[in-house]
């Protein structure tokens, strides 16, 4: 089993930045890669960004530019830094991790509120 916690959640104005980090713990071992999702109020789940164990990464579209994923090994902890937030980036975000390629284990999630 995998255990995932997020924190770095919070409020910030349009324009403003936040860093999300994903605490990894247990069998990490089995872990394929790390990916960020989020879910707006009244809107369905979606895409985020993901990191894979050789470091490659891929983005949704509406974050591409804004948003970086990354990965501290040593710390077992991956990060979403997100810069020139928008009023549209506010959702709960969630941090997810697969086994053999699905996405098996999520977080609790974190609130990110962005006010225009």
């Known amino acids: 089993q995998v255990q995932l916690v997020e924190s770095g959640g919070g409020w910030v104005q349009a324009g403003g930045s936040l860093r999300l980090s994903c605490a990894a713990s247990?069998?990490?071992?089995?872990?394929?890669?790390v990916g960020w999702f989020r879910r707006a109020p009244g809107k369905a789940r979606e895409f985020v960004a993901r990191?894979?164990?050789?470091?490659?990464?891929n983005y949704a579209d509406s974050v591409k530019g804004r948003f970086t994923v990354s990965m501290d090994n040593a710390k077992n902890t991956a990060y979403l830094q997100m810069n020139s937030l928008k009023p549209e980036d506010t959702a709960v975000y969630y941090c997810?991790?697969?086994?053999?390629?699905?996405?098996?284990?999520w977080g609790q999630g974190t609130q990110v509120t962005v006010s225009s």
């Open positions: 247990g069998s990490i071992s089995s872990i394929n890669s």
């Open positions: 990191i894979f164990s050789d470091n490659s990464t």
């Open positions: 997810a991790a697969t086994k053999l390629w699905v996405w098996s284990y």
